[in-house]
C-alpha cells in the first residue's frame, strides 16, 4: 500500500510523548481493547436537525426521531459498517460488541494485530505526573483512505477518566449554613430543593437519571443517604450498568472514583426524591468514554444524563453521540471543571480543547456545560440566600497547581454556537464572539455533606466536598422535574436545553427564571484578570442557578395565564381564563393596585381544559382581579 492510499487519523498520540523515552514495547500477546468510531452518513444534516429540533421559533421544536430513525437517516450505512467489520476481523480482531446504531465498533486482539492494523508501534513509557507507566503509539494511526474509520480509542492509556469531586480543606472558611445529620453545616439533601425549587410538588416521578463513571459505588452508602435525607428517596432504584468489562467493585480512599459516583447519585436524588431509578453507566479506570456514552445514547428510559469526569483524546465519536442525544430529546449536563479559568489556546496550560490537560468534554457545543457557586442559605437549609462563584483559591496569584474554582472561558476549537450570540456584550463580559463560552449554567459546587467510602462521609482534614462534580448532577435532577411536568401535560421531553436558557435570557423573565451571580471569579496566575462574574451571562457560572418553578415552566412552555371575557350571571359573574389541563390556578382581588396583598378568592382550581373558571358575587366594594398558575 503506498503512502498515497491512506489517511492518518490524528489525535492519538499524547502531545508528550516527543519528550520521553521508551520504557519498551508493548508485549505482543497482550490483550488491547478498543473502540473504533465510524463516521455518520450525513453529520452536516444531523447539525441542521438538532438546530431546529433544539429552538423554540423552529416548527419542529421537539419533534425527536426515535433511535431507529436516528440512525436510519443519519448513522453510518451498513455498507461502511461492514467495511470496518471485515476490516477488523481480517486484521486478527474480535468483534465484541457491534452497536445498534453503528457510531461504535467494540473489538480486541493481541498488541500485535493491534499494531499491524493500524501501522503503529506500541511503546510503554513513564508517565510525567502519575506514578504509572502507559502505553502509546509513538505515531498517528494510518488506515485505507477508503476505510470508514474517524478515530480508535484504547491506543494509549495515557489519558485516563478523572473524576472531577473536589474534597474541602478546613482552611477554606464557608458559609455553614445547611442541614447535614452531622451537625457540619454542610447542605444535605432537601436544603438543595429549599433553594433551588422551593414549594414545588414534583419529584422527578417516572424519571430517570443516568450518570458517567469510571468507578462504582458502595450501597450502604446511598441508601444511607436516601435513608436520612428522607422524602421517600430509599425507593429509587439504583442500578449499575457495567461495561468494558469492569467488575463494578468500587475503589476506596479521597481520591478514588468511588466518592465521585456516589456523589453524583446523591446529588440527584436530593433534588429529584421521587425518581423511579438512577442508573449508574460504569467503564472502570480503563473503560473508555464513548462506550458510556453509547450505552446511555441506546437507553430510551433514560432522559436526563450527567457527566463529572474529564477526560482527553479525540472527540469525532464523542460529539458524534452527543448529537445524537439532542436529537433524540436526552438533556445532558457535563461539570465544566475545578482549575479555574481555562485559558487561551488550544495547547495551552489549562486550555479547554488541550487533550493533555484532560478537559474533554468542558468546551463540547452540543451539551450544557455546568459551572459552581457557593450557595448560602437561609436557617439550616431553609431557603436561598445568596449566591457568588465557587472559588476555594483564587487570584492572580494562584498558581495552577493550586487553583480550585469554577472552571470558565473559551475554545479555540468549536465556533460560537448561534444560541450564544445573543448573549448583549459578550466581548465586555471577557467572552469571544467567534468562539464557544463557557458554561452555560451553575449549581451549588461547596459545602456538600455526602456518605461515601463504604461509611466514611468525613476524612481527616477534610471537610465537606465540593466542585462541579456537585452541580452537574442537580441539573440532570432538575431536568427530572421538568419532564415529570412535560410528560403530565402529555408533552415532549425538554432535550437540548442550551437554545431554550439563552432565549430565556434575552427576554424579560430572566431574573425570575435564574439565580443571576454576579460576584466571585476564576482567576489565577496564567489568567490573572478572567473572569469576573457580572449581570446575566458571564464565565464563571453561565447564566447562572435554577430559580424554582419559574424555570421549570419556562423550559416546559407552560403558558402564563391570561384573562378571557368574563361572563355576567343573575347577582354574579363568572372570571374564564386561558389554561392547561391539569395544572392548578388561583384567583386572588384586591382593591387597591397600590398594595402588594391579595387575598384569594376561594380554593386553588385545578384545569380539565383549555378554559378554566370561578364564579364571584356582586360586591359594593372595588376589585381587582388576577390569575397566577400555583406551583
Not at 71 to 87: H, L, Q
Not at 127 to 146: G, L, Q, Y
Not at 361 to 381: D, E, K, R, W
Request: include cysteine; aromatic fraction near 10%.
Amino acid at each position: 500500500m503506498s503512502g498515497a492510499e491512506l489517511k492518518v487519523l490524528p489525535g492519538h498520540v499524547p502531545a508528550v510523548i516527543p519528550s520521553l523515552t521508551p520504557k519498551g514495547r508493548v508485549a505482543a500477546t497482550n490483550q488491547l481493547r478498543l473502540a473504533i468510531g465510524v463516521p455518520m452518513r450525513d453529520r452536516a444534516g444531523l447539525d441542521q436537525f438538532v438546530a431546529q429540533v433544539s429552538d423554540p421559533a423552529s416548527p419542529n421544536f421537539r419533534h425527536f426521531l426515535s433511535r431507529e430513525e436516528l440512525t436510519a437517516r443519519f448513522g453510518p450505512t451498513v455498507e461502511d459498517y461492514e467495511a470496518v467489520k471485515k476490516f477488523a476481523v481480517s486484521n486478527g480482531l474480535t468483534i465484541t460488541v457491534a452497536h445498534n446504531n453503528r457510531l461504535l465498533l467494540d473489538v480486541a486482539g493481541p498488541a500485535a494485530a493491534v499494531e499491524k492494523a493500524f501501522q503503529v508501534t506500541l511503546r510503554t513509557y513513564a508517565h510525567p505526573t502519575e506514578a504509572r507507566d502507559f502505553f502509546a503509539p509513538d505515531s498517528e494511526p494510518k488506515v485505507d483512505a477508503a476505510l470508514p474509520v474517524v478515530d480508535i480509542l484504547g491506543l494509549s492509556d495515557y489519558y485516563r477518566p478523572h473524576p472531577k469531586v473536589k474534597k474541602n480543606k478546613a482552611a477554606h472558611v464557608r458559609p455553614k449554613n445547611g442541614s447535614a445529620p452531622d451537625g457540619s453545616g454542610d447542605l444535605f439533601g432537601n436544603d438543595f430543593r429549599n433553594a433551588y425549587v422551593p414549594g414545588s410538588t414534583l419529584t422527578g416521578a417516572g424519571q430517570s437519571v443516568g450518570l458517567v463513571e469510571f468507578d462504582g459505588y458502595f450501597p450502604i452508602d446511598i441508601f444511607n443517604y436516601a435513608n436520612q435525607s428522607g422524602n421517600g428517596r430509599t425507593n429509587i432504584v439504583i442500578q449499575a450498568v457495567l461495561l468494558d468489562g469492569y467488575n463494578g467493585t468500587p475503589s476506596t480512599g479521597i481520591n478514588g472514583g468511588e466518592g465521585e459516583t456516589e456523589l453524583d447519585i446523591e446529588m440527584a436524588m436530593a433534588i429529584a426524591p421521587g425518581l423511579a431509578k438512577i442508573v449508574s453507566f460504569e467503564a472502570g479506570e480503563g473503560g473508555n468514554q464513548n462506550d458510556v456514552l453509547n450505552a446511555m445514547l441506546a437507553d430510551t428510559n433514560i432522559l436526563n444524563l450527567s457527566c463529572s469526569w474529564g477526560w482527553g483524546g479525540p472527540t469525532s465519536s464523542t460529539d458524534a453521540i452527543f448529537e445524537s442525544m439532542d436529537a433524540v430529546g436526552q438533556s445532558f449536563f457535563n461539570a465544566s471543571g475545578d482549575d479555574g479559568a481555562f485559558t487561551p489556546g488550544a495547547n495551552s496550560e489549562n486550555g479547554v480543547d488541550n487533550p493533555e490537560a484532560g478537559n474533554v468534554p468542558s468546551s463540547s457545543p452540543y451539551i450544557t456545560q455546568v459551572g459552581g457557586t457557593t450557595l448560602s442559605m437561609n436557617g439550616a437549609g431553609t431557603s436561598w440566600a445568596s449566591e457568588v462563584v465557587w472559588a476555594w483559591d483564587s487570584g492572580p496569584s494562584v498558581s495552577w497547581q493550586n487553583a480550585t474554582s469554577s472552571a470558565g472561558g473559551i475554545s479555540s476549537y468549536y465556533a460560537i454556537p448561534t444560541w450564544q450570540t445573543n448573549v448583549s456584550n459578550m466581548a465586555s463580559r471577557g467572552g469571544s464572539t467567534s468562539f464557544r463560552n463557557i458554561p452555560d449554567v451553575a449549581a451549588n459546587a461547596d459545602n456538600v455533606y455526602e456518605i461515601y467510602d463504604n461509611g466514611n462521609s468525613k476524612n481527616g482534614a477534610f471537610d465537606g466536598n465540593g466542585g462541579t462534580s456537585c452541580a452537574a448532577p442537580m441539573w440532570a435532577g432538575f431536568m427530572a422535574l421538568v419532564n415529570q411536568q412535560l410528560a403530565a401535560q402529555g408533552g415532549k421531553a425538554v432535550g437540548f436545553i442550551n437554545p431554550a436558557i439563552y432565549n430565556i435570557a434575552a427576554g424579560l423573565n430572566y431574573a425570575s427564571c435564574f439565580h443571576d451571580v454576579t460576584s466571585g471569579n476564576n482567576t489565577w496566575v496564567s489568567s490573572p484578570d478572567l473572569f469576573y462574574a457580572t449581570v446575566n451571562y458571564d464565565l464563571c457560572t453561565g447564566l447562572g442557578t435554577m430559580n424554582g418553578t419559574n424555570l421549570i415552566n419556562a423550559l416546559a412552555m407552560i403558558p402564563s395565564p391570561s384573562f378571557l371575557p368574563p361572563v355576567r350571571g343573575s347577582g354574579g359573574f363568572t372570571l374564564q381564563w386561558n389554561a392547561v389541563a391539569g395544572y392548578s390556578y388561583q384567583i386572588q382581588y384586591t382593591s387597591n393596585l397600590k398594595s402588594t396583598n391579595w387575598t384569594d378568592l376561594g380554593s386553588s382550581i385545578i384545569a380539565t381544559n383549555s378554559v378554566a373558571s370561578l364564579s364571584d358575587s356582586f360586591t359594593n366594594a372595588q376589585r381587582f382581579y388576577r390569575v397566577v398558575l400555583v406551583p
